[in-house]
């Protein structure tokens, strides 16, 4: 065995300066990023028109408008329960008051180990901690808003021009390489679209699946705005660990504050925790994990890495940007190590009806883009 210290030099530079500027330029990366994977996931329906002899162009405009509509119209189903959330949001206050009294009541009448508490001080800092910070929120808020926006309005016109220049893209990117790799090449680009593809596709199931399940509990115990809370909390699932969590504890929170009895809140946890086992066990391993083939180890270090760096979208993007990494990797000899240390080798047993359902998705997919 050696040790070569120059390689182990270049190997750590290397790391070092790729982490530096994932921080820095995140402004540019991050939705360059999910301009990327909305292209790979619209590419086959671009590449189905442009077999039917119609311009790359018109193609590229109505994929584009059709993803447009589609999410304007999700935003206008979700927008009579947003208006009517906002107008009772004066009234929570009171209600968060109310709650903390009962709980105060119990603890003086029930815990005596614990000195008595004084409800009326408790509800003055209460009110004076919203009125304090209500302009902090509201500056928060614009500001958040603010930055989502650039980044939807970036992400959709990076995706139409990605789009639009994929076949200039991919010959040039191509010519980068010696004449006997660009065949490899070529296959490696096509193999990066297609994970792309999966990952988008399986966490838009995901969202739907949870969203259904999360929906139909919440209705059945008797939670108001059902649909939005449920919802909710399927898009925030998007990020592991952490999007469950909260997911769950807001709709925990409107059911304690707006109904009397505790049960509602009890009933909103035991729900979502039992959609959490059929996410954690069943959904998630099979519609989105088999997909990606990444050990857990890298899986949770790349969380925690695109939390730090890029915030929220890193722990949405670097999941799937590790898958591709790996996927890279495995093309080029010095570079199969790393491909090796981030795949996942262990072999899972799938269940027959995922397999048939991903049977099914995959012949959709090749029938689309073969004709």
Not at 25 to 50: C, D, E, G, R
């Amino acid at each position: 065995m050696t040790l070569s210290f120059k390689k182990l030099f270049f190997v750590l530079a290397t790391v070092l300066l790729s982490i530096y500027m994932l921080f820095a330029a995140k402004s540019i990366l991050i939705p360059v990023v999910f301009a990327m994977l909305v292209a790979f996931i619209l590419y086959p329906l671009v590449k189905w028109l442009t077999k039917r002899n119609i311009a790359l162009i018109w193609s590229v405009i109505w994929t584009m408008a059709s993803v447009t509509i589609v999410v304007l119209g999700v935003l206008f189903l979700f927008s009579a329960q947003i208006v009517s959330i906002v107008k009772e949001y004066s009234g929570f206050l009171a209600r968060l008051q109310e709650v903390m009294d009962k709980v105060i009541v119990f603890l003086n009448e029930k815990v005596s180990i614990i000195p008595p508490i004084d409800s009326q001080m408790i509800n003055e800092q209460i009110t004076q901690l919203f009125s304090d910070s209500g302009l902090l929120i509201v500056s928060d808020t614009i500001g958040v808003t603010s930055t989502l926006f650039t980044y939807l309005v970036l992400t959709f016109i990076y995706s139409f021009l990605i789009l639009l220049y994929h076949k200039h893209l991919t010959k040039a990117l191509i010519h980068f390489n010696p004449k006997e790799d660009q065949p490899a090449f070529r296959e490696m680009l096509k193999e990066v679209q297609e994970i792309g593809q999966k990952y988008l596709t399986s966490m838009l199931t995901l969202v739907l699946v949870l969203g259904g399940l999360n929906s139909l509990g919440l209705w059945l115990i008797g939670i108001e705005y059902a649909l939005f809370f449920g919802f909710l909390a399927a898009l925030l699932a998007i990020i592991p660990y952490v999007g469950t969590v909260v997911g769950g504890l807001i709709p925990t929170l409107f059911a304690l504050i707006t109904y009397d009895s505790y049960w509602y809140a009890i009933g909103v946890v035991a729900m979502f925790w039992f959609v959490q086992f059929l996410e954690g066990n069943f959904l998630n391993p099979k519609i989105v994990g088999g997909n990606l083939n990444i050990n857990a180890f890298f899986s949770i270090l790349s969380l925690i890495a695109g939390g730090l760096l890029w915030g929220i979208p890193g722990m949405i993007l670097f999941l799937p940007m590790v898958a591709i990494l790996k996927v890279v990797c495995s093309y080029y000899t010095e570079l199969k190590p790393v491909a090796l240390l981030l795949g996942d080798s262990e072999e899972k047993n799938s269940h027959p009806i995922f397999e048939r359902i991903e049977q099914w998705g995959q012949s959709i997919i090749s029938k689309i883009t073969k004709k």
